[in-house]
Nanobody
């Protein structure tokens, strides 16, 4: 069994910062890409940022220059540093990881439980 556990959400004023973390744990697995999606009330889940296994990153346009995704390979952990937060960033943030399990072999995306980020104006 592989699990993703998120932390770091909360309430912040506009212009403030938060840092989200997501750690993957389990037995006999390897992590490929990791990243974040978000879902605002009444809306679909949207892509935020991704970090590839080699370190390349990409972001949705609305967070480019404000959010930074990074990764600790030894800890199988992905981070999302969010600066200059805006009320429109308010959402539940979900981390994902593209994971290969070795016994039995499988490869699929796993998701965290979500963490609430609320930005007040």
């Amino acid at each position: 069994q592989v699990q993703l556990v998120e932390s770091g959400g909360g309430l912040v004023q506009a212009g403030g910062s938060l840092r989200l973390s997501c750690a993957a744990s389990g037995r006999a697995f390897g992590v490929n890409d990791m990243g974040w999606y978000r879902q605002a009330p009444g809306k679909q889940r949207d892509f935020v940022a991704r970090i590839l296994n080699g370190g390349a990153t990409n972001y949705t346009d609305s967070v480019q220059g404000r959010f930074t995704i990074s990764r600790d390979y030894a800890k199988n952990t992905v981070y999302l540093q969010m600066n200059s937060l805006k009320p429109e960033d308010t959402a539940v943030y979900f981390c994902f990881a593209d994971i290969t399990r070795y016994s039995p072999f499988s490869r699929r995306a796993y998701w965290g439980q979500g963490t609430q980020v609320t930005v007040s104006s």
